[in-house]
């Protein structure tokens, strides 16, 4: 008589019959599922003798429900991510959720998308535009004011200050004079043409000279020396007598030479003398 292979749990005889070996003892297909087989994590059903099992750090899924939480692809075979609540994901959606969000729209920036980056914020090239024409700034040069971005274009016209001279905005650089704003290469001599940042210069009637061109052209010539009186250096007084005009140091008496600025003189046929000289003329 031979021995009996039987079911271990139900002792129904599996002679000729489809049956599962589990842990060196044998089941039927029925018993397995009751009593053996692994839960699916996703589904909760069991993962019958017949289905095919895949498993990951002792969870289980049945081959068909090993799909992408996000897109729903199948993942077998393919790579995967285990996340949070037991979700397996794929790659790219992995890569996707994973990836900086647009400041723009808010979307993710893949790798491979065309970005710019600022203070630790991100926007997709074409969403970085200036929140005044609306136009793509992109890699562009902007002028960041506030939680606002701006083209060159349109800050110039919003918050540039304009040139008193070419009414232009002054977008770098620039000096003031008497409170108001100048581009460098405007603010200039008016016979030379030369500019006038950070050199003496003179203004005469809202024109400006620098020392040259004001001794050459624009300043009065001493009586005495027959130089330009500048108000430079030496001299920046000016003694002015009838239509005549001199330098303090040479408004001095004819004969003696003494100074006279300040002092009691006497003009005599045309010359300058002090109080005592024409006495003894």
Known sequence: MSDRFDCHYCRDPLQGKKYVQKEGRHCCVKCFEKFCANTCIECKKPIGADSKELHFKNRYWHDSCFRCFKCSTSLVNEPFMLRENNKVWCSN???????PRCKGCFKPIIAGDQNVEYKKMVWHKDCFTCSQCKQVIGSGSFFPKGDDFYCVSCHEHKFAKTCAKCKNPIT???LTYQEQPWHSECFICSNCKKQLGG?????????FYCVDCYKECVAKK?????????????????????????????FKCTKCARGLANKRFVCHNGKIYCAECPKRL
């Open 93 to 99: 959606c992995t890569a996707t959720e994973d990836a």
């Open 172 to 174: 770098s650089g620039g």
């Open 199 to 207: 050199k003496r210069f003179t203004a005469v009637e809202d024109q």
């Open 222 to 250: 001493c009586a005495g020396c027959k130089n330009p009186i500048t108000g430079f250096g030496r001299g920046t007084s000016v003694v002015n007598y009838e239509d005549e005009s001199w330098h303090d140091y040479c």
